[in-house]
């Protein structure tokens, strides 16, 4: 009995100095292992930081630019307004001293009185249909569909579907959908199924059926691990740079486009507001020429060439 005890005994110590044996050298890889695993979610991490601190710069970069270009346009409309309205007032002061001077002249002659009578309302700015009231209207921002509010209007950021609307709605992260939203989500790994949300899953031992899950749980070798891995970290890496390149191109195209089509209108306004001035100028200078024989003389006030 004795004996058999002591038999027993030596198979139960013989099984645990083996159970030792296989469970000390795992330890010592477990323990590497975690070392490795930790390594690859630290280099995610850094990764992750240096891209959305990056995109962040951009997105601060892109914002100011709209701002300066949107202020620059701005002040040069009211810089164009202010020139054009100090015009007018110039002719209307002008035009009520001439017409008073006038009617001091002719005074006593009945067959100008109608053109005279005329001649005050050509002038006069709040006369519905006036050459100076064509000339007003087309230089006030708040008549509809004039020429200054056309250009007012299209550098209003908050017009639906103006030009500056539309360069804002582009570079605007919270716009479902536009360029700036788009590369916003890229670069985030908390927005499902893009290239950042991929890329921490993939770095992630905790992530089921990663890379670095199968091998933490022994599904495959830390080499065939590393393979996946690399292959992945390489391709979304990839994809993440390139979105977002793909991304700047058509916000820069965007702000060029504007640019030019702000520029145009510019243009086109400047020559609109000189054509209806040389209009109601003329009107005027051709109804003064028939009461006095003597019209008016002016200078472009706008277009120099």
């Not at 030792?20 to 991490?45: C, F, G, N, R, T």
Request: with cysteine; proline share 2%.
């Amino acid at each position: 009995m004795k004996t058999k005890f002591l038999y027993k005994f030596m198979l139960m110590t013989c099984a645990l100095l083996m159970a030792m044996a296989v469970i000390l050298p795992a330890s010592s890889v477990e323990a590497a292992d975690q070392k490795w695993i930790k390594q690859v979610w630290s280099d995610y991490k850094a990764y992750n930081k240096k891209t959305v601190n990056a995109y962040k710069a951009y997105q601060k970069k892109i914002d100011k630019e709209f701002q300066q270009f949107k202020d620059s346009r701005n002040d040069a409309l009211d810089a164009l307004e202010s020139k054009v309205h100090a015009d007018q007032k110039l002719w209307i002061d002008k035009l009520e001293a001439d017409l008073e001077q006038l009617e001091q002249m002719y005074r006593n002659d009945r067959a100008k009185a109608n053109d005279l009578r005329k001649y005050r309302s050509y002038i006069n700015p709040s006369n519905l249909t006036s050459p100076m009231w064509k000339y007003s209207k087309a230089a006030t921002r708040s008549h509809l569909n004039s020429t200054l509010w056309k250009l007012d209007k299209a550098l209003t950021d908050s017009y639906l579907n103006s030009y500056m609307w539309s360069y804002k709605q582009t570079i605007n992260p919270a716009s479902l959908n536009s360029a700036a939203w788009k590369m916003k989500n890229n670069v985030s790994d908390a927005s499902l199924n893009s290239n950042m949300w991929k890329l921490r899953i993939s770095s992630n031992a905790g992530s089921l059926n990663s890379p670095m899950w199968k091998y933490r749980v022994g599904k495959i070798s830390k080499t065939e691990a590393k393979k996946r891995y690399n292959k992945s970290h390489k391709e979304l890496t990839k994809a993440i740079a390139q979105y977002n390149a793909n991304r700047k191109k058509e916000i820069a195209n965007k702000a060029a486009s504007t640019k030019n089509k702000v520029d145009q209108l510019f243009q086109e306004t400047i020559q609109a507001l000189e054509k209806q001035r040389e209009e109601t100028l003329r009107d005027i200078s051709d109804l003064r020429k028939q009461i006095t024989g003597e019209g008016l003389t002016w200078e472009p006030l706008l277009v120099t060439s």
